[in-house]
T-cell receptor
């Protein structure tokens, strides 16, 4: 059973370009989460999605960032007009369908995408 | 205010000994979940152990156990019989509440563990 897949693992962009990060959840998982980790820091929640729905985007910056989880295909985190401050590791996690408040909502993480903005 | 506090930026332990990594949390919600993750130098985030606020017993997973003291709001990770491969960053995280759509994890800053041979 493959784990959470993320690609690319490393992404280099110049200021002003767009970054598209992809995440395929574990088989059977219907919940996807995106987190950002700045150097020497813990993770910060960005967004929680289910298929075709954004459930919680309270951690997403208001501008330039968007996320989707279409009916078919991977979840995409899109950053438009990147700036140097966007340089970070972006982690995707997934969890199975089930009630929050139980251990079944444990989030399993992908290997991350390390974005470097020049 | 920090919701998850890990007071030990770095820890050392001798191989084969046990080590405790501290985590305190702050929440007014009676229902919550606590998680520990390991991040080795390769960068991936590996789930270790989960403790629910209503669980009667402390969680255990192999060499990992969670010393859950609810009144003190602490959820310390205990690693027994340390191995060289345990050298990594360790993060404590919390999910507040059990409402269906509240699943975001709040993270501490982590503790760097070095296991000495």
């Amino acid at each position: 059973n493959a784990g959470v897949m993320q690609n690319p693992r490393h992404l280099v962009r110049r200021r002003g370009q767009e970054a598209r990060l992809r995440c395929s959840p574990m088989k059977g998982h219907s919940h996807v989460y995106w987190y950002r980790q700045l150097p020497e820091e813990g993770l910060k929640f960005m967004v929680y999605l289910q298929k075709e729905n954004i459930i919680d985007e309270s951690g997403m910056p208001k501008e330039r960032f968007s996320a989707e989880f279409p009916k078919e295909g991977p979840s995409i985190l899109r950053i438009q007009q990147v700036v140097r401050g966007d340089s970070a590791a972006y982690f995707c996690a997934s969890s199975p369908p089930g009630l929050a408040g139980s251990g079944t909502d444990t989030q399993y993480f992908g290997p991350g995408t390390r974005l470097t903005v020049l | 205010a920090q919701k998850i506090t890990q007071t030990q930026p770095g820890m050392f332990v001798q191989e084969k000994e046990a080590v405790t990594l501290d985590c305190t949390y702050d929440t007014s919600d009676p229902s919550y979940g606590l998680f520990w993750y390991k991040q080795p130098s390769s960068g991936e985030m590996i789930f270790l152990i989960y403790q629910g606020s209503y669980d009667q017993q402390n969680a255990t997973e192999g060499r990992y156990s969670l010393n859950f003291q609810k009144a003190r709001k602490s959820a310390n990770l205990v690693i027994s019989a340390s191995q060289l491969g345990d050298s990594a960053m360790y993060f404590c995280a919390m999910r507040e509440g059990s409402a269906g759509n509240n699943r975001k994890l709040i993270w501490g800053l982590g503790t760097s563990l070095a296991v000495n041979p």
